[in-house]
């Protein structure tokens, strides 16, 4: 989190009470989406090989919550697999749950 986000929080009571633990995380390369991925769901060990690779590029962006995000917004859509198509429709609502745009 930039320092600037964490000054704004601190500055609200109510929000930073809530907050126990301030911790940093590193985004997971490409590569370690091929084997971390497939290990936190079975969705993703019937998804051919390379599909993280790919996925992670579009979507994830190496973030573990987007992929939780992800699973759970396929999941919920009744598809076993994801497209491409599935992922252009679902990054509009990744990106509008962090407040972002899908450029």
Known sequence: M????????????????RILVWQRYKSF??????????????????????????????????NF????????LIIGRGAALPSPHDLRLHRTRLNAQNGTSSA
């Not at 919550?65 to 759970?72: F, P």
């Open 2 to 17: 930039p320092q600037d986000d964490r000054v704004l929080i601190e500055r609200w009571p109510a929000l930073d009470s």
């Open 65 to 72: 919550r987007q992929w939780a995000k992800l699973t759970y």
């Open 29 to 62: 390369t490409p590569a370690k989406s091929l084997t971390v991925i497939p290990q936190y769901h079975p969705l993703w060990t019937a998804v051919p090989t390379d599909d993280p690779l790919w996925i992670d590029d579009l979507a994830c962006h190496g």
